[in-house]
Nanobody, 120 residues
């Protein structure tokens, strides 16, 4: 089995910062891309940022210049540094990884989600 465990959500004032982290563990053969998605109430889940196995990054337009995604390939972790947070960033944030587990084909895996609330 493969697990993604997230940490780092919480309540922050507008203009503040938070750092989300996600660790993948289990019977992992290879990890392709890792990333973060968010889902606000009444909205669909959408991509925030992703990073490939080669280190290429992709960001939603709304977070460019404010969020930075990074990855530790040795530890199978991915982090999201969120700066200059806005109330509209409020959502549940989910870690995602595309993983080839032992005996299985490449598949999507998701974390349990962590709440980020930006409010004064």
């Amino acid at each position: 089995q493969v697990q993604l465990v997230e940490s780092g959500g919480g309540l922050v004032q507008p203009g503040g910062s938070l750092r989300l982290s996600c660790a993948a563990s289990g019977s992992i053969l290879r990890i392709s891309s890792m990333g973060w998605y968010c889902q606000a109430p009444g909205k669909q889940r959408e991509l925030v940022a992703a990073i490939t196995s080669a280190g290429s990054t992709n960001y939603a337009d709304s977070v460019k210049g404010r969020f930075t995604i990074s990855r530790d390939y040795a530890k199978n972790t991915v982090s999201l540094q969120m700066n200059s947070l806005k109330p509209e960033d409020t959502a549940v944030y989910y870690c995602n990884a595309v993983i080839a587990a032992w005996g299985k084909s490449l598949s999507d895996y998701w974390g349990q989600g962590t709440q980020v609330t930006v409010s004064s």
